[in-house]
């Protein structure tokens, strides 16, 4: 799998965490499944907006993207889902965008114009088939004189006097474009064909059109599925850092908490828009920590859904809310061993605070286990009384185990 991480300039916002935290629940799930999943999700250290960004700031481009990139890195971690197995950067894959491009323009697929090189859309006819967009669209992208045909995009651009990164290539010094990018670090790191290519539904064009014009032109069979999440929206506007209307992760990690935030991207389906409030999160801040109390549920009793259930929700194209109403029914009826192995799916789990009952009030409570053992209800229920007053409920699992809760306060 190939997910499009972020552009590194500032610190991501909650809307660029929905394609990390879906590219993660999907790997998790494939190989409980069953399947072998290897996951890229790159990160686009080259782009315009980073050199806009750094001379804002008056600092080096390289310096911002190496900052922003570990930002990314730390608040990406802070969500508790373990790391992709592959995470490149487009500063170390461009001997290989060389490559690719020159292969592009040796089968007159591309061409250079005053020390750019643009791909020739007019040579690809399968060019808008995963989009469908139309032709005025492809004319709105990236204006410019230098190309033949205004649908044209370009792969390499050459340095200009602002930019203070460059590298050297056959059409002079300059640097890549964004979509040669990702072509080059997938078929690296996947090889020239992949099962799923995933990104946010804004990706979809020009990105992930002009990906499969230049992997599929170079002779490549690219992607065989494609995944494209909804947006975020704030106040029923599309969430972008251009836009302004940012709510960073780390904003969100700090108010609110991962495991709030996890709940509030299982409410949606992934392919849905998601609002983003402060109502909404509160809401999923209730749910998460329903979850984690539900240890303090008396007994349990029969549930309708089964592990199968469960499955059958995320095999139809993970279906996350359906998913999650089965676990809030496993919660209510205190299916505890289904509801800890629902939620450690998509990174979250009973007893999440870490409160660990000490080695002395385990040692009462299997002495109350033994008790129990042979009878001796009176000497149980003595047990039972004093890990109470200690602040801790015992309770009996199946199979012959006991759980150790720590009481509210
Ligand atoms: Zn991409």
Same mark, same amino acid.
């Given at each position: ?177 964004? @979509? ?9 790191? #996947? $090889?020239? &064909?992949? /099962?799923?290519? =995933?990104? *946010? +539904? %804004? ?124 676990? @809030? ?9 289904? #509801? $800890?192995? &629902?939620? /450690?799916?998509? =990174?979250? *789990? +009973? %007893? ?58």
């Amino acid at each position: 799998m190939y997910f499009c991480g972020p552009t590194v300039y500032q610190r991501i916002h909650i809307g660029n965490a929905r394609p990390f935290i879906l590219s993660m629940w999907l790997r998790r799930w494939l190989k409980l499944s069953g399947y072998q999943a290897r996951l890229v999700v790159n990160v686009t250290d080259i782009n315009d907006r980073i050199y806009d960004a750094a001379r804002a700031q008056g600092i080096g481009s390289a310096e911002l993207a190496r900052r922003a990139t570990q930002w990314y890195w730390e608040d990406t971690r802070a969500l508790g889902l373990g790391r992709p197995d592959v995470e490149p950067l487009a500063t170390e894959t461009v001997p290989e965008i060389v490559t690719l491009i020159g292969g592009l323009k040796a089968k007159g697929l591309a061409y250079e114009s005053g020390g750019d090189v643009y791909f020739r859309v007019a040579r690809f006819p399968e060019y808008g088939r995963l989009s469908g967009a139309r032709l005025e669209d492809m004319v709105a992208q990236e204006p410019g004189g230098r190309k033949e045909d205004a649908r044209d995009f370009a792969l390499w651009k050459a340095n200009k006097p602002h930019e203070d990164t460059w590298w050297p290539s056959p059409w002079g010094r300059g640097r890549p474009g964004w @979509h040669i990018e990702c072509s080059a670090m997938a078929e690296k790191h #996947l $090889g020239p &064909g992949f /099962d799923i290519h =995933g990104g *946010g +539904l %804004d990706l979809r064009f020009p990105h992930h059109e002009n990906e499969i014009a230049q992997s599929r032109g170079a002779g490549q069979q690219f992607a065989r599925l494609w995944i494209h999440n909804g947006l975020l929206e704030l106040r029923a506007e599309k969430m972008s850092k251009s836009v302004g209307n940012v709510v960073s992760l780390r904003t969100a990690l700090t108010s609110w908490g991962r495991e709030a935030i996890l709940v509030f991207f299982l409410n949606a389906h992934y392919r849905s828009p998601i609002e983003f409030s402060d109502s909404a999160m509160e809401v999923a801040r209730v749910q998460a920590a329903d979850f984690r109390a539900a240890t303090r549920v008396a007994e349990a009793r029969p549930s309708a859904f089964t592990w199968d259930s469960f499955r059958a929700a995320l095999d139809d194209d993970f279906d996350t809310p359906r998913a999650l109403a089965i676990l @809030h029914d496993w919660r209510a009826s205190g299916q505890l061993e289904l #509801l $800890g192995r &629902g939620l /450690d799916v998509f =990174g979250l *789990g +009973l %007893d999440i605070d870490g409160v660990e009952a000490p080695p002395d009030l385990h040692q009462l409570a299997e002495a109350r286990q033994a008790a129990r053992q042979r009878r001796d209800f009176g000497e149980a229920d003595r047990l039972r009384n004093e890990l109470d007053r200690l602040g801790w409920e015992v309770q009996d699992v199946a199979g012959g185990g006991f759980r150790l809760i720590r009481k509210a306060r």
